[in-house]
């Protein structure tokens, strides 16, 4: 019979990730606060890291194009050149991105665990 006592190891996508670090969902901030609770463990893959970071340059972008009048459907239309390299962040708005994404991940790094690449 399997050990009921045995603690579950927890994969997090990075949506949930950034539901809980942003504040988009209650359930996934209560769910990392269950983990922390209960310390189980959670894990993602380092490849997390660069989603987010990418969700995040995406988000800084649109936000831009926005605050030029533009509509979300002309955001849209833009998307593929920004994918391509056509519309870029400066150096400094990438800094930023970086710097706002690692305050917001701090408080949860404790109980998160980057699987190694093998």
């Known amino acids: 019979m399997p050990n009921a006592a045995v603690e579950p190891i ?3 996508d ?3 990730i950034l539901d809980s670090i942003d504040g988009r969902r209650v359930a996934a901030s209560d769910l ?3 983990i922390r609770e209960r310390a189980w463990q959670a894990i993602t893959s380092p490849f997390s890291i660069l989603e987010m970071i990418e969700a995040k340059k995406a988000d800084r972008w649109a936000e831009q194009l926005l605050a030029q009048a533009m509509s979300f459907y002309q955001v849209q ?5 920004r994918r391509t390299g056509g519309s870029r962040l400066r150096t400094s708005q990438l800094n930023q ?3 706002e994404l690692q305050n917001k ?5 404790d109980i998160i665990t980057l699987l190694p690449l093998r």
């Open 77 to 81: 239309r833009r998307l593929g050149g």
């Open 32 to 34: 990392l606060d269950m």
């Open 105 to 109: 991940l701090q408080p949860i790094a």
């Open 97 to 99: 991105v970086y710097s």
């Open 14 to 16: 990075v949506n949930v």
């Open 10 to 12: 927890l994969y997090l």
